[in-house]
């Protein structure tokens, strides 16, 4: 029965991608393509479970609602991306099925979004890339269901205008800091969430996501893209002091002399016997 | 809650909730190709798609999300470092930045340092944690640090008790001068850990090591609790 609830309401809606992932962990970041699945659909809620393939193979699944997926690792190129309900074969005629390319050295996010009649996903560009000194970036991803256009106040102006279901804005770049943010009616100023306290750290990417309806409170996430060191350290970083080194130092110069010597020796012995003979 | 009527016993019932799945293109060039194509193996050969592509691999690899993520862990400062493959268990200490503007360094050779400037081991974000190769006498902290291999384990203990396990992924040395940033400092999507120590010639005019040794290690995956139960 525990079993049954958790998955009702975490697994309710299982968004799995199938992707090639690179065998082993090869770090360069630039000949990989990062992807992650968010669920952002409140009619999902409802007990209906999807699976997502790429390509035929690999599987992600059980995006909870309001929450993103870790980012995957793949090779950049084509991916035919597929949806199924779970327990579905893979032969089965997918719902959707669409080609999206990735390339290297980006990010994105394949988001689900969703209203009872109808889901939607969108392949979104995220950039991870590190803001300027003392800087935050932040967007704007509007997921809630419906006609109604929301406007992002941020310490009491707007700071993204009109955003319409579905969709992603571009990032912006602002002052790091704690700020009070409220989402509203776009071009009024009335409120559908109410103020609350957002931290955009320094280093830090973040997407601002407007969810809810279908039974769901409305409200807005904060999710972090990525982060880097708010302080970045000049040089490198002076961590020994030598006494490891010194012995292996103080051998080889031994061992040097010890070899200069003998040569010496040997040359001395022969000089010796040529005058000598 | 209350006004939600939702079925709680049946909860994988293959209501008709949802129907239309549209995969639009956003940006980024994707080109939206809706249509209904079965495009795997188990069809017959006929079928006008590519060849199933499934053909010679016979298998998937399912990778779940972890539930567990560490999204939901709150923060708390590290307290110790444990990396069992080379004998590392030690305290950590704080480490901020210099007057020179350089990062600080563990006083105790056999402590290691966390850079309290950038994040917190578990959070996302590059944690940094700085330890001594050796001492003026002998081996220090990190004096294994060379030896760990891709795929090790790092543990780090927080002062809430709680445990982050990071999993090596790679090593690099690079003279002081040119340690880059980006590669240590700069911006990364899940929680990450960079192991920093001194490395090649020792210079004794300067008394310091030519090199730095950076270890990166990347948040391992939690075992996933809910995927257990059907």
């Not at chain 1, 931290?199 to 601002?208: F, I, M, Q």
């Not at chain 2, 539930?67 to 704080?94: D, F, Q, Y």
């Not at chain 2, 940033?181 to 010639?201: E, F, H, M, N, S």
Request: aromatic fraction near 6%.
């Amino acid at each position: 029965m525990l079993h049954r609830r958790l998955a009702a309401v975490i697994l309710a809606a299982v968004v799995a991608i199938g992707l090639v992932v690179l065998p082993g962990a090869a770090a360069g970041a630039q000949d990989e393509a990062l992807v992650r699945v968010a669920h952002f659909a409140p009619g999902l809620l409802k007990g209906d479970v999807y699976v997502v393939y790429v390509n035929g193979r690999l599987q992600l699944k059980g995006v909870p609602f309001k929450t993103v997926s870790d980012y995957l690792k793949v090779k950049p190129g084509r991916f035919q991306v597929e949806v199924r309900k779970s327990g579905q074969p893979a032969s089965s005629t997918p719902v959707i099925a669409a080609t999206v390319r990735l390339e290297a050295g980006r990010a994105y996010t394949v988001a689900v979004f969703g209203q009872l009649t109808s889901v939607k996903a969108m392949l979104l560009d995220d950039d991870v890339s590190r803001p300027g000194s003392g800087k935050s970036k932040v967007r704007l991803i509007q997921a809630l269901p419906g006609d109604q256009a929301v406007d992002l106040a941020a310490g009491g102006d707007v700071l993204f205008a009109g955003a319409k279901f579905p969709s992603a804005s571009d990032y912006l770049e602002v002052q790091a800091g704690r700020v009070e943010v409220e989402v509203r009616k776009a071009g009024s100023g009335d409120v559908l969430a109410p103020a609350r306290a957002v931290n955009l750290p320094k280093g830090a990417v973040s997407s601002l996501v407007v969810v809810g309806g279908i039974g769901e409170k409305l409200e807005l996430l904060d999710i972090r893209d990525s982060v880097a060191s708010a302080a970045a350290p000049a040089g490198g970083v002076a961590t020994g002091a030598g006494g490891t080194a010194s012995t292996g130092g103080r051998r080889f110069a031994t061992l040097f002399l010890l070899g200069l010597g003998v040569v010496a020796l040997i040359g001395f012995v022969l000089a010796q016997q040529r005058s000598s003979g | 809650m209350e006004g939600r009527p939702r079925p709680r016993r049946a909860p994988l019932r293959a209501g008709a909730a949802v129907g239309l799945l549209a995969l639009a293109a956003a940006a980024c060039g994707t080109t939206a190709a809706p249509r209904a194509q079965p495009a795997q193996a188990g069809r017959p050969a006929a079928t006008t798609g590519p060849a199933p592509r499934q053909a010679g691999t016979g298998r998937f690899t399912v990778v779940d999300i972890p539930i567990r993520s560490w999204r939901r862990l709150p923060p708390s400062p590290p307290v110790r470092l444990e990396i069992p493959a080379i004998g590392v268990s030690a305290r950590l200490v704080r480490l901020g930045l210099g007057p020179d503007g350089r990062m600080q360094v563990p006083g105790d050779f056999q402590a290691a340092g966390w850079f309290t400037g950038a994040a917190e081991p578990g959070q996302l974000g590059p944690a940094v944690v700085a330890g001594h190769v050796d001492s003026r006498t002998g081996p220090a902290v990190f004096y294994r640090l060379r030896d760990l291999h891709p795929g090790d384990l790092v543990r780090v203990v927080r002062a809430d008790r709680r445990v982050v396990r990071f999993v090596v992924e790679s090593l690099a040395r690079y003279p002081k001068p040119d340690l880059p940033g980006d590669q240590v400092y700069g911006p990364t999507t899940a929680p990450a850990l960079r192991l920093i120590t001194c490395a090649g010639t020792f210079d004794r005019e300067r008394r310091s090591y030519r090199d730095n040794l950076v270890v990166s290690a990347t948040i391992a995956a939690e075992p996933q609790p809910g995927a257990a139960g059907r």
